[in-house]
């Protein structure tokens, strides 16, 4: 059972950036797609990123493609989420999920972390 620890999350200008850190328990680390999810009251939780066992691939959702970066240091078991060029609808609750399953569907991932909050204003 992998636990999760977000970090990195803050309040930020439209336009600027944030790097979100993720920090994995446990020896099997390298074994799980990690992702990347957001969330707002009253929405559903949102896919954002998601990065293969080795890193070799990732994808993202569509609003966030070449802005956002996912990667990963297996050696730190660690993953990260750099979000540049912010928007305030970049806002939300960011978590960091682990997949047994290359899938961008949060029922899918089992274990989940706290959660960091990242609000960009405009």
């Known amino acids: 059972q992998v636990q999760l620890v977000e970090s990195g999350g803050g309040l930020v200008q439209a336009g600027g950036s944030l790097r979100l850190s993720c920090a994995a328990s446990?020896?099997?680390?390298?074994?799980?797609?990690m992702g990347w999810f957001r969330q707002v009251p009253g929405e559903e939780r949102e896919f954002v990123a998601v990065?293969?066992?080795?890193?070799?691939?990732?994808d993202y959702v569509d609003s966030v493609k070449g802005r956002f970066t996912i990667s990963r240091d297996n050696a730190k078991n660690t993953v990260y989420l750099q979000m540049n060029s912010l928007k305030p609808d970049d806002t939300g609750v960011y978590y960091c999920?682990?997949?047994?399953?290359?899938?961008?569907?949060?029922?899918?991932?089992?274990?989940w972390g706290q959660g960091t909050q990242v609000t960009v204003s405009s």
């Open positions: 999920a682990s997949s047994k399953l290359w899938s961008s569907r949060p029922a899918d991932f089992g274990s």
């Open positions: 446990g020896r099997t680390f390298s074994s799980y797609a």
């Open positions: 990065i293969s066992r080795s890193g070799g691939s990732t």
